[in-house]
């Protein structure tokens, strides 16, 4: 597969490249974002834009991607309703109407978040944007859309948040989310399981899929 993430800078989408660069059936991994990334691969390229909405001109990069993996993403905290709507909403359907354009037989999976409002009628703006964007991100004629929700994310392997204060709450709790996860299996889920658990919804689902974490730990652990 020739995959292409978005976000990999961020703790998800490190833990994405991570499993996607160790994956025997990964032959090219294309990342784009708008600072470079300080690790180096033979199977990683890197597509530096200043501006995400002027990815089109890189299109000729972007022929026969099999999967994208979208992981990038703010925190609403602070931000107002048509500012966060232009990086959540305006920002993930530009990259997918091109993708869906260039490769239409791929699998694009979008993380969202749990509580996202399919209705796009609650009170939680966040939630509304959110499932806006889940919504007209399965109106695209992809092979398959993928709209992981995970929760409480544990990152393994050295991988650390770019957010300050996320990197201090995982400091302290790393021992108690492990902890939970030996007590309670589907309520926490790693970055390993979700860069496995995208791997394998490209590798064999189909249609349109919302993947909630404990479907994710199931999917991460699927065999073959």
């Given amino acids: 597969m020739k995959v292409l993430i978005f976000g990999a800078s961020g703790m998800v989408g ?3 490249l991570r499993e996607c660069l160790t994956a025997h059936d990964v032959h090219q ?11 180096t691969h ?7 834009l200043a501006d995400l909405m002027q990815l089109d001109t890189e299109a000729h990069e972007l022929q026969g991607v099999d999967a994208c993996f979208f992981c990038l993403g703010v925190s609403s905290s602070g931000m ?3 500012a966060y709507a232009q990086v959540t909403h305006t920002l993930t359907l530009h990259v997918a109407r091109l993708l869906a354009q260039l490769n239409p037989n791929m699998t694009f999976t979008y993380v969202s978040g749990t509580g996202t409002d399919s209705s796009e009628q609650g009170t939680s703006m966040w939630a509304r944007i959110k499932g806006k964007t889940e919504n007209d991100l399965q109106k695209l004629p992809f092979q398959s859309v993928h709209l992981f929700r ?3 994310i544990q990152p393994l392997d050295g991988i650390q948040s770019k ?8 400091r302290l709790t790393n021992p ?17 399981d979700v860069g496995q658990a995208m791997l394998n919804a490209a590798r064999k689902n ?3 899929v919302v993947v909630e974490a404990k479907d994710i730990i199931a999917l991460a652990q699927r065999q073959g």
């Fill in 14 to 16: 490190q833990g994405v």
């Fill in 29 to 39: 991994v294309v990342t784009a974002g708008r600072t470079s990334l300080a690790q």
């Fill in 42 to 48: 033979p199977k990683l390229q890197q597509l530096i």
């Fill in 80 to 82: 107002t309703e048509d």
């Fill in 150 to 152: 995970p929760g409480i």
């Fill in 163 to 170: 957010t300050p204060l996320y990197q201090w709450f995982y």
């Fill in 176 to 192: 108690f989310l492990s902890l939970i996860r030996r007590l309670v299996p589907n309520a926490i889920v790693t970055t390993a």
């Fill in 206 to 208: 189909r249609g349109r």
